[in-house]
């Protein structure tokens, strides 16, 4: 699942300040990531959430690097990839809790809710 990072995408013919951004942020994910592991989110500023910005970030940043929304999405595979079970699992955790703490769980109209 390779992107081909860091990226300059070959068609271009410059170098684009996603390229530089993508790949500043790409080398420090795992280590925000693992630190996030444990820690409250329920304080400003939390590592937590600077992680999970971080990811927004890094997807964004490859997003426009490669100019393909997948590109983004592929890079976050790969730096989740690279995150221990534990951290992972927290992250994801807290991806759930501020869904469901901003109300953004609607289902679809004529579907019943499983639970």
């Known amino acids: ?14 170098t684009s300040p ?10 420090g994910i795992a280590t925000a990531l693992e630190a996030a592991y444990g820690s409250s ?8 959430d600077l ?18 929304a997948e590109a983004g999405d592929n890079i ?5 990839a690279q995150t221990s079970p534990e951290a992972l699992v927290w992250v994801a955790s807290r991806m759930v ?5 901003h109300e953004f769980v609607e289902w679809p109209a004529g579907q019943e809710t499983p639970l």
């Open 76 to 80: 976050v595979r790969e730096a989740l």
């Open 97 to 101: 809790s501020y869904l469901d703490e």
């Open 51 to 68: 992680a999970v910005a971080s990811l927004c970030r890094l997807r964004r940043a490859a997003a426009g690097d490669q100019a393909r």
């Open 41 to 48: 989110w329920y304080e400003e500023g939390n590592t937590v």
């Open 18 to 27: 996603a390229t530089s951004a993508a790949a500043e942020l790409h080398e």
């Open 1 to 14: 699942m390779t992107t081909g990072w860091p990226g300059a995408n070959e068609n271009r013919g410059d």
